[in-house]
């Protein structure tokens, strides 16, 4: 099957460097699928589950918003965060919504506001996916 290189930098480091044969992006309004090939594009990463195939075998990442460079033969994404489901800390996502949540009580920049909500986003999103993924 035909591959192209996939290299995914999260603000931590490079979290994955090698071949990929497809992938599903997470974006605003669904998904966006890429396989060897693809035209040149840029796409908008939204917080969600990125699939992509190595040897056959499908691997899921958690990842935050950021960017994807697309080409025929390489796709490089830039993203806020990238982590496996099974290395989320379910208590520490826990801990972060309800700090989110208490802060949404209390009166607010819009600026601190939409932060607040972006944490809260992405606390329900980790809640959701070690949910779905525990061992």
């Known amino acids: 099957m035909n591959s192209f290189i996939l290299n995914i930098t999260a603000s931590s480091g490079e979290f994955y460097q090698g071949s990929c044969e497809s992938m599903v ?16 594009v840029l796409v908008a990463i939204h917080m969600g589950m990125l699939k992509f195939t ?17 080409t025929p033969t390489f796709v490089l994404l830039l993203v806020d965060s990238a982590e496996r489901p099974e290395d989320i800390d379910k208590n520490r996502a826990e801990a972060a919504r309800i700090r989110a949540e208490e802060r949404l009580q209390h009166k607010q920049s ?13 606390a329900m999103q980790r809640l959701q996916t070690a949910a779905k993924y525990k061992r």
């Open 54 to 70: 190595v040897d056959g075998e499908t691997r899921e990442i958690l990842v935050g918003d950021g960017i994807a460079e697309v």
């Open 25 to 40: 992006l997470p974006v605003k309004d669904g998904v966006y699928g890429v396989q060897a090939g693809h035209s040149p």
């Open 110 to 122: 819009m600026h601190e506001y939409y932060q607040t909500k972006i944490a809260l986003d992405r």
